[in-house]
């Protein structure tokens, strides 16, 4: 058929009188619906195409996210607000950094996005079963994600005190137990932990004070169990870095001298708590640490100030990028996954605590370069 689609000019070493052959309209009758069913097969292979790029695949993708300014203001109040405490005024922003996560079971993806994923540097792609494990609820996504967010607040503000040397008191209770422990058979979950060797436990840095005072000696807890007060001899195995340990999780609840409250919704995980951290510093320190930079960053954070590693690190720093900030704190255990892959005009330092963190802003505040600075990427 020719490609102009039009109808075939008859040959000239066709007679005129075709006889048998019939008319020409008769001969042009099959190529006419021969194009009707192409046409026709044609519509349905699109329509075929369309469905299959607008299906649900198995990945989840993330995304650089907006930021948000700790020491500034969200929907007109601000982000920390502190009561009971001598407050001073900031300058500059102190960005905490968020991803956008599109998937299940939260929503889906579809192959088109998928494909968008694939040739855009600033977005994740990861099978689903990666992230969540199979028959995970939306409802158990967003109330893990409420809670992890709770948490870092709570810890942010430990460690902001911890680093300022502002006492504070933590109950600690026990949850869970490691391969490794003896104590499984002398502890049980929700024993409340108040002494050590006869010391009162008000913090964990203070158990663990305690325990490496053991020399490997079992030590003698005191602890609460069903309202009732009781000792319990704990053997302890050697850890890392000349450490003792019990080998047991811990929950803790804090009693704080100051009253912190932290307004920022629809944000979840536990992130956030390195910038919550450094804010609070911020605002219970006089000047602006800053300098009036635009720093970001991310990190969770322990009440003893260690930040750890997080999810999505890449995307963090892009999204801050967008937002104008220069410099970005992250993780030092996420600070490979940057190689090549920090933006034009954006430095990465990498941090393990609060107290090199603050440091590191403190210096940039000061128009200097931050001292025995690893950078990233």
Known sequence: MPQTGHPPTPSTSVPEDRGP???ASDQHRPERRLRRLTTATGAVAGLLVLTAVALPTPYIIESPGPTFDTIGEFDGSPVITVDGAQTYPTAGRLDLTTVYVAGAPQGWTTFA???QAWVDPDIQLMPQELVYPSGTTSEQVSQQNTQAMATSQSWAVAAALEELEIDYRQELFVSGFTPETQAEDLLQP?????SADGVEVTGLQGLKRRLNESGGEPVELGIIRDGREMTVQIPVYPGPGETWLIGVYLDSTFDFPVDVTITLENVGGPSAGMMFALG????????PMTGGRHIAGTGTIDPDGTVGPIGGVVQKVAGAREAGAETFLAPAENCAELAGRV???MTVYAVSTLGQA???VEDLGRDREPQDAQQCG
């Open 113 to 115: 996005e998928v494909a």
């Open 280 to 287: 609070l510093v911020d605002e219970l320190t006089p000047g």
């Open 21 to 23: 052959l019939g008319t």
């Open 343 to 345: 933006p034009d005009g």
């Open 358 to 360: 603050r440091q590191h």
């Open 190 to 194: 929700q024993d409340q932990l108040i």
